[in-house]
């Protein structure tokens, strides 16, 4: 009986540890947000022709959506990826967009598109365009709120 006892709690402590070990690692690795001029204003404008190519006629030329396709900018797609990482958001865009086609923009047009929509939501642009690399967008948070 005390063996058991004491292998659950052993577990539950291997458990938390790994946990907080897991928590600190994606601190640690994403070290920029989305508030850190992440595109460029180039590269969010070669986005919105895209987006008239690919996008508009599922989520409308304001981004609010139309009929099943949802919002792609404002209060509830920001919560929706609140403290996720850029990579999460393009990995969803990549492999479901455009509804008609999905995966078939190249891996540049759609971290253009990403850069178009992080623009509408008011964040800023930089001097630099956003990487296509999931590694890179793996460092990225998408934080709401100006730090």
């Not at 292998?7 to 920029?32: P, Y």
């Not at 590269?43 to 792609?72: F, I, M, N, W």
């Not at 078939?104 to 642009?125: C, I, M, N």
Request: hydrophobic content about 40%; proline content about 5%.
């Amino acid at each position: 009986m005390r063996f058991s006892a004491a292998v659950l709690a052993l577990s539950s402590l291997l458990a938390i540890s790994f946990t907080t070990a897991a928590r600190a690692r994606v601190a640690q690795d994403t070290t920029k947000t989305t508030w850190d001029g992440v595109f460029s204003a180039d590269q969010a404008k070669r986005g919105e022709d895209q987006y008239g190519k690919s996008c508009v006629s599922c989520h409308g030329p304001d981004l609010a959506g139309l009929d099943t396709a949802p919002s792609l900018t404002g209060p509830e797609f920001n919560a929706g990826w609140a403290d996720l990482t850029l990579d999460d958001l393009f990995e969803r865009i990549r492999t479901t967009m455009p509804a008609d086609g999905p995966g078939s923009l190249t891996r540049d047009q759609y971290v253009d598109v990403l850069s178009f929509l992080l623009s509408k939501d008011g964040f800023p642009a930089g001097s630099a365009d956003l990487p296509a690399e999931n590694a890179t967008l793996k460092t990225i948070k998408f934080v709401v709120k100006k730090p």
